[in-house]
């Protein structure tokens, strides 16, 4: 078992005057007396020699690092700075220094970060510092004393202002980047590095960044596009963090104490240089013994262990259970270990994690502290709608807090999650369990940090953790001023070797990676600001190109590499008997083929199938293909309802059964195949009448369908199909013994060829290949009408204001009159339409949307197939098609509707939607709609106006404020 390590410092009471090194708000460094004489004196001439810095350190409650006087320093010489440094080293005092001097000196200083919560809380504390006069905050939906000497705002709304040349530029001297490495964010990064190429050339740069291996890289870049500019790195921890495993109830060193990376010094060693502690790896191997001995003793068994006898009792083979999430806190709390977050990397499992600790009688908080917890959630909640109480989930969600627990997590309502926020920082919150989200940038350090497992789902697929991704989410561990150290603990699961837990904790390649690519709206704004050949000049000044380039050489290289490996391969691919790549040709023809063929002909069966029912009347009768009901059935009622997405005949089968079906009963056409006479009122539930049903559909004489089609002629296709599998047998290699080892190496040969193909046209269009994109984006934009020459359209200036994702298709549903004379909820509906996203884990088909917002969906949905055409034919990536998943549930909700009614909307229409979702899609569905009001015609912009004042209610509004 480890030993146990914990130790705390005195925190700070609110309100009294923090010791040396210590601050009120846990963000210190080491004291003035750990320093030499020398270095004090050293220190004393560099902070006289600076003095703004000077004045700026006698506000500060404790002795600043070195790496934040050099920060510091740079910019008071007038040189732009990116600070690289740990989770909770102390980087945002570089940038708060930056306000200092812009406030000192008369100048402007914009603070910019990547999420709206981390911009609330810069707010506050900014506020608190210099007084609410002299800070604003601009976030999109909030807009509070914007024309304020500082100002914090998210990087989109400092974009959107360079582009519109808002009069609030003016004096501006220093822009911060929080958490600037976010521009690798694959959809919102590319934002990053727009306003770092616009910003004006006298505005200083302050960048903040996590550590990354490719600082100096990043730095060399900043140093081209902005200047003079200094690079401070530091890797020192401030709490040196212990990493260790949990194996069942026990804990155990990651790390052999003589070689535990960031034990001590913060510093992290190579991973050759550090030893898995000799009793985790026993123990681990204990436990993957049993388990694995359990799992064969059940296979052998038929499910029960080899020993266990008949009902479960008394003895049994030892089989490997998780620890419950309410054993894990117990254990960390028995330890010392708390407040702990516990990363979990699903909503649902953060959810059901907090639902395990309500049915446990694990309480963490004191009477006192209880009752503290209640008059914080009393006065955050007081303003939530009584009526939206249960379906908010609030009686739950509150129990959990009163007993020192919460989730946190994209789902949840926004003013739960600050609620949680602002107690776990207040140490009355004791066990959190979040997903990744949370470590980007929020201010809730705790003692420890969980990780559940060491894979996460990325969105299109189940990953491992990468050692950045694990440095960031662990770098939460170590509260400063409150801990000496920090503890991060992987859970130990069948499979999880400490060696590869080890490897994610000592490596550190993590670089930082481009996203950057020219949009519609970036590029109707170039060419309207600089002009063709000026954007593509800028364009060539982005990272992602500066990256590009200096990787030509590497690329190169490998291109030669596989060509080696390929001439040594090819021979191996041969047959006697004839041409192995012609053979794999036809197989992958043949592959190809059968699979258009089989998308082809279920798209066709459902279409049929789809017509075929709404045509049917009372009294056809049919024919169900295949399945429990298959047979001649009469319909008794066509199930034809306008407001359901899907038809249900209602029937009664030869074979007596009545119920209704549905498309997926049939496979193709449903033609009536006659008709027989019914009663004006037909009781199917009468055993009797369904006998009489029956018999008069045998009498009747009707034919199925299926022995008409004995005859049918072969289609195209499967004339194609059938060449194509007589081609194969005929092919020599065919009948080759050796045919598989032969196509296994043609295959391998064939992967090297695209690899090699892929990277020589990377080699050849490195330099230009944003240019290059560019150029299809302008010929695009032309084709369509928004651009001519240099000069933007009438509809391209109306592109140039629209900041979306679906910005051109914005515009096309403007320059159409798609939206025209739709009410104010269907005009909502419609809208939503181009900014919803469905989760992709539960993502199905698209159901039809009914009313004016589904004609208006059609012509959107037709306009994005002929713009996503379009696009293909240019080689450009293909615009995100719409998604109708939320169109019914904001109608709901704009015609007045309760939020439990618009959730259970969503729920009909296939989507599972949290509160907090639902909020967040309809602030973004107000946003597109506030961006229309000044580029729509009169009458468009009054139902935009009114469909935002639908929309904004019940908790919507509340947190529009």
């Not at 004393?145 to 500082?150: D, I, L, T």
């Not at 090699?756 to 695009?780: N, T």
Request: overall charge neutral; proline content about 5%.
């Amino acid at each position: 078992m480890a030993r146990s390590r914990v130790r705390s410092a005195p925190s700070v009471p609110a309100g009294e005057p923090a010791a040396a090194g210590v601050a009120a708000d846990g963000e210190i460094t080491y004291p003035d007396e750990h320093l030499s004489p020398a270095e004090r004196y050293q220190r004393s001439r560099d902070v006289a020699a600076h003095p703004l810095l000077a004045d700026f350190s006698v506000t500060r409650p404790f002795v600043l690092d070195e790496f934040q006087i050099d920060g510091c320093r740079a910019l008071e010489e007038g040189r732009s700075v990116l600070a690289c440094a740990p989770t909770g080293a102390g980087k945002t005092v570089v940038g708060e220094f930056a306000v200092h001097r812009a406030l000192a000196t008369g100048g402007k200083c914009f603070y910019t970060t990547p999420i709206k919560a981390l911009s609330n809380q810069k707010y506050n504390d900014l506020c608190a510092a210099h007084g609410a006069e002299n800070v604003g905050l601009l976030t999109g939906d909030t807009s509070i004393n914007s024309h304020a000497p500082v100002v914090v705002m998210t990087t989109e709304v400092l974009r959107n202002m360079l582009y519109a040349g808002s009069p609030d530029l003016a004096g501006l001297t220093a822009v911060v980047m929080d958490e600037i490495h976010y521009l690798a964010d694959k959809f919102r990064g590319p934002v990053w590095e727009e306003v770092i190429l616009h910003l004006p050339e006298d505005v200083q740069l302050a960048g903040l960044s996590a550590t990354v291996s490719n600082a100096e890289e990043f730095g060399g870049w900043l140093q081209q596009v902005r200047g003079d500019t200094t690079v401070v790195v530091d890797e020192h921890r401030p709490v040196p963090l212990w990493q260790q495993m949990m194996v069942g109830r026990r804990l155990y060193d990651l790390f052999s104490a003589d070689s535990q990376p960031g034990a001590g010094t913060g510093r992290r060693e190579p991973a050759a240089h550090v030893r898995i502690d000799p009793s985790l790896t026993r123990a681990v191997a204990e436990a993957d013994a049993r388990w694995t001995s359990g799992r064969d003793d059940r296979r052998r068994g038929g499910g029960r262990g080899r020993g266990v006898p008949r009902g479960g009792r008394g003895y049994h083979t030892p089989q490997w259970r998780p620890p419950s999430r309410v054993e894990v806190i117990e254990r960390l709390d028995s330890a010392g270990l708390l407040p702990a977050i516990t990363f979990i990397f699903s909503r649902a499992g953060c959810d059901a994690a907090v639902a395990q600790c309500l049915r446990s009688r694990l309480r963490l908080v004191t009477d006192e502290e209880r009752q503290r917890i209640r008059a914080v959630v009393d006065r955050r909640a007081a303003e939530l709608p009584e009526a939206d109480l249960g379906v908010l989930g609030f009686w739950e969600w509150r129990e959990a807090l009163e007993r020192g627990v919460a989730a946190h997590h994209a789902g949840m309502l926004p003013l739960f999650k600050q609620t949680v926020e602002e107690l776990f920082v207040a140490g009355l919150v004791k066990a959190v369990f979040a997903t990744e989200t949370l470590a980007l940038g929020i201010n809730m350090p705790a003692r420890t940090v969980v990780l559940e497992k060491l894979v996460k789902y990325n969105g299109e697929g189940h990953v491992d953790l990468t050692p950045g991704e694990y440095t960031q989410l662990t770098g939460r561990a170590g509260r400063r001023g409150i801990d000496i150290e920090g503890h991060a603990v992987v859970l130990w699961s069948p499979g999880v070797d400490p060696r590869q837990v080890g490897g994610l904790a000592s490596k550190r390649t993590y670089p930082l990676r481009s996203s950057f690519a020219p949009t519609y709206n970036m590029a109707v704004n170039l060419t309207e600001h600089l002009g063709r050949q000026a954007a593509k000049e800028l364009l060539q000044q982005s990272f992602a190109q500066y990256q590009a380039d200096a990787s030509v050489v590497g690329m190169a290289r490998q291109v030669q590499r596989s060509e080696r490996t390929m001439a040594s391969d090819i021979g191996k691919a041969d047959c006697d008997r004839g041409d192995t790549f012609e053979y794999l040709d036809l197989l992958t023809r043949l592959s190809t083929a059968e699979k258009a063929g089989a998308e082809a002909e279920a798209a066709e069966r459902r279409a049929a199938t789809a017509i075929d029912l709404s045509r049917l009347r009372r009294g056809d009768v049919v024919e169900v293909a295949h399945g429990r009901r298959a047979g001649l059935a009469v319909v008794l009622d066509p199930g034809v309802n306008p407001a359901e997405p899907t038809i249900r005949p209602l029937v009664v089968t030869a074979a007596r059964w009545a119920g209704r079906l549905s498309e997926a009963d049939f496979r193709g056409p449903v033609p009536a195949l006659g008709r027989i006479r019914l009663a004006k009122h037909v009781n199917y539930r009468s055993p009797q009448v369904r006998k009489d049903i029956a018999a008069s559909i045998r009498n009747a004489g009707i034919q199925p369908l299926s022995r008409r089609r004995a005859d049918s002629s072969t289609s195209a296709a499967e004339a194609e199909l059938t060449a194509l599998r007589a081609a194969v047998r005929a092919h020599p290699v065919h009948g080759c013994a050796d045919r598989d080892g032969h196509l296994q190496w043609a295959r391998r040969i064939r992967r090297l060829q695209d690899e090699i193909e892929q990277m020589r046209r990377k080699v050849d269009g490195a330099r230009h290949s944003l240019a290059d994109q560019l150029d299809r984006i302008a010929g695009l934009l032309t084709e369509r009408g928004f651009l001519d020459g240099d000069k933007l359209t009438a509809d391209g200036k109306t592109l140039a204001r629209i900041w979306s994702e679906s910005d051109l298709l914005a515009a096309e549903c403007l320059r159409t009159g798609v939206w025209d004379n739709l009410p104010p909820a269907e005009l909502v509906a419609a809208v939503s339409a181009l900014v919803y996203e469905s989760r992709r884990e539960q993502a199905g088909p698209n159901r039809p949307v009914r009313g004016p917002a589904g004609g208006a969906i059609g012509k959107t949905m037709r306009l994005w197939a002929e713009l996503a055409g379009a696009e293909r034919d240019r080689d450009l990536r293909v615009s995100r098609e719409p998604d109708v998943g939320f169109a019914t549930a904001v109608r709901e909700w704009a015609e007045g509707g309760t939020l439990g009614q618009a959730l259970d909307a969503a729920t009909a229409a296939g989507q599972e939607l949290s509160a907090g979702d639902f909020v967040r899609w309809c602030r973004q569905v107000v946003d597109l709609l506030d961006q229309l009001v000044p580029l729509a015609h009169p009458d468009l912009a009054d139902a935009c106006r009114a469909g935002i004042d639908a929309v904004r209610h019940g908790v919507v509004a509340l947190e529009a404020v």
